[in-house]
């Protein structure tokens, strides 16, 4: 998997190519525009990562002119900026995902590789196995050591989307956007709430436990 | 910032006014002179009419009565006439004010062809000049009467020097008066400049331009800059706030996460100290993303610079939206949750704000709920504006702190054990206040509090 990373940020940039290459990811970096975009016309990357903010050509001149010439490589959008226009704007350009600063690296790394399930039309699964819990996605059934599990629908989402990225960290603010939409208060600490009833529901009676909290980072699901 | 301003190009302006109104001025003097003096001319010109009636009427008096009818030397009192009778053989029979005549020595002039004709008699002594008309009488005498018409050259000679000498004083006047003039009229447009300069060089909004309220359109142009000035100032002046205000709010969380950071450093630390601090440092960075947000927000909306997406918005359904979170955390404090919301209550507002208006709200009145509580929500209408009313049955908030429950960071006593930032009752306010709304709160440490949100409603509900 090759990653192009354009952001002129010397130190969160090397950081993130760092943990880039210890995911296994091969990266490239460029801290220009016009740098990125001879980068992303001249070889083929599975995903691209691009400020907003750059010297000599702004980040999102950088994705019209790429998609003007028909690269289609997904690309996540790092800004500064976070409002709701900014985000439409990043978007209708030509982005597929968008960071706002500051972000969490787990969920950096989340995003890039949802990026890359979606561009290889990966297929759509029935059915979600994490140790001995397994949801059916069509007839939305909980099931945990033969036991069912009956969950309200949020809930539901919500464990789906746990299960659906297979043991890496999601942060809060992904969870509100993909349980609840964008466009709700951050305030509210409706994440925490809804994971510690599913944590009753699924984790409560059994040794084992699944859901676990990265403080200040998320949570994630797994069996080990 | 430094521009580069345009020097003198108002005095093109000015110039151009005196200059139009000065030819204007100059013009009309002109031809006023010019009008006046040809009626003086052609008055005068009727010289030769006056005479000769007064010939015609001589001569009739003379034939029927003779000449003694015209009387002494001096008869008439009309003076200015000179009078003669003459025989053909040039002896002047009769002369009216001869002394004011002589001059002329009428002996040596002849008589011949006078009769019907006009002639001027030139003075030998001075340059006086006698016009006559004569006639000859029935005894063949010739009676002639006539007018100095120095007089009237001297007249028109004197009314041309006057026009000419008052040429110079006009010119002067008109320039000066048209001067004037463009100075007066253009004085509000120079007050602009001065003004407009001195905030461009100074970048000081508080500088007004003067106003002489004369209800013209240099007025209304003064008043409408000073009332934009006046906005710009208070938009200048809210910024500078509120990046005051976040960067003050800012120091404790980065001073925080100093603490944790520097206490991690301690040589002393084992691995799993250290792993929490790091823990800690995550989690303070999240509420200073958090916090910054929504300071973001509380101070775009303050100054009227938070962009809001204006729909309709029924009230109702938006409530149900937030509910849909609230009802969690409801669920998780054991407070039961009551909506009575009317469904038609329309709302000109930004959908998005709104829930967090209403979320905030709710979540406050769940938080300060103990458990077994009730959290009310009601929506009335009242007039033309929709009230949202969040009753809870909680601590309610002491009256000493009542008013300050919407600054922002302020956490009153009871509050401090609650988890938050001292926010969300400002960003309620601020966000309501931004759609021309306005919040009220009535509390009570017995029945607990009732917070009211008053928006307008979108004009077709």
């Known amino acids: 998997m090759r990653v192009l990373l354009v952001e002129d940020d010397k130190k969160l940039a090397s950081y993130i190519e760092k943990g880039l290459k210890e995911a296994g990811f091969a990266v490239d970096r460029a801290e220009q525009g016009d740098e990125g975009l001879r980068l992303v016309l001249g070889s083929l990357y599975d995903v691209a990562i691009v400020d907003v903010m750059l010297p000599q050509l702004d980040g999102l001149t950088l994705i019209d002119r790429m998609r003007a010439r028909k690269v289609l490589t997904p690309v996540l959008i790092l800004s500064a900026k976070r409002s709701v226009d900014d985000r439409v704007r990043g978007l209708q350009t030509g982005g597929d995902d968008y960071l706002t600063k500051p972000f969490s690296f787990a969920e950096l790394l989340a995003r890039i590789q949802a990026l890359i399930r979606r561009a290889n039309h990966e297929s759509e699964p029935t059915c979600l196995i994490v140790g001995e819990l397994s949801i059916d996605l069509l007839r939305r059934e909980v099931i945990r050591s033969g036991t069912k599990i009956d969950l309200q629908p949020r809930e539901f989402a919500l464990l789906e989307y746990l299960m659906r990225n297979d043991g890496r960290v999601v942060s809060k603010t992904m969870i509100v956007e993909h349980v609840w939409g964008y466009g709700f208060d951050p305030l509210t600490n409706i994440v925490d709430v809804v994971i510690s009833r599913l944590r009753n529901k699924v984790d409560r009676d059994f040794d084992q436990k699944l859901i676990h909290t990265f403080r200040g980072v998320g949570y994630a699901l797994k069996a080990s | ?461």
């Open chain 2, 1 to 461: 910032m430094r521009l580069k301003l345009p020097n003198g190009f108002h005095t093109k302006v000015g110039f151009r006014l005196t200059a139009w109104y000065s030819g204007m001025f100059i013009l009309s003097s002109l031809i006023f002179s010019t009008v006046s003096y040809l009626s003086v001319f052609s008055t005068l010109r009727d010289n030769r009419d006056v005479i000769k009636a007064t010939l015609s009427q001589y001569r009739q008096r003379v034939e029927e009565s003779g000449v003694e009818k015209l009387g002494q030397p001096g008869h008439s009192r009309r003076t200015s006439f000179f009078t003669r009778i003459v025989t053909p053989k040039n002896e002047t029979l009769f002369l009216s004010n001869p002394q004011l005549w002589d001059k002329f020595e009428f002996a040596t002039q002849p008589i011949a062809g006078l009769d019907g004709q006009w002639h001027v008699y030139t003075s030998k002594r001075d340059s006086a000049l006698l016009e006559v008309a004569s006639v000859r009488l029935t005894n063949g005498d010739l009676l002639q009467v006539g007018r100095s018409i120095q007089a009237r050259d001297e007249v028109l000679e004197h009314f041309r020097d006057t026009l000419l000498a008052t040429v110079i004083p006009m010119v002067f006047i008109g320039l000066a008066g048209g001067a004037f003039l463009a100075f007066r009229a253009l004085r509000p447009v120079r007050n602009l400049t001065v003004v407009t300069r001195s905030i461009i060089e100074t970048s000081r909004f508080d500088a007004r331009v003067p106003d002489n309220r004369a209800h013209d359109e240099l007025s209304d142009l003064v008043t409408l800059f000073n009332l934009m000035l006046e906005k710009i100032e208070t938009l200048v002046r809210g910024m500078k706030d509120a990046l005051d205000n976040v960067a003050h709010d800012l120091r404790t969380p980065i001073m925080r996460l100093r603490v944790i950071a520097e206490e991690a450093l301690r040589p002393s630390n084992d691995d799993t100290i250290r792993r929490e601090a790091l823990a800690d440092c995550l989690e303070e960075t999240e509420r200073v993303t958090v916090m910054l947000d929504t300071l973001m927000d509380i101070s775009e909306a303050e100054t009227g610079a938070m962009k809001l997406k204006l729909e309709d918005v029924e009230l109702c359904a938006v409530i149900n939206e937030v509910m849909t979170l609230c009802n969690y955390a409801a669920e998780a404090k054991g407070v039961t949750v009551t909506v009575k919301a009317a469904p038609g209550f329309y709302l000109r507002a930004d959908a998005f704000r709104l829930r967090q208006v209403f979320s905030n709200l709710v979540d406050n009145a769940i938080k300060y709920t103990p458990e077994g509580g009730r959290v009310e929500i009601e929506t009335l209408k009242n007039n033309d504006e929709a009230l949202l009313i969040v009753r809870d049955s909680g601590i309610g908030i002491p009256i000493g702190e009542i008013k300050r429950i919407w600054e922002r960071l302020y956490r009153g006593d009871k509050s401090r054990s609650q988890r938050g930032l001292g926010l969300g009752l400002s960003l309620v306010k601020a966000v309501v206040e931004a759609h021309r709304g306005y919040v009220d709160v009535k509390s009570d440490s017995q029945t607990g509090s009732i917070f009211s949100l008053h928006l307008p409603l979108a004009s077709k509900a």
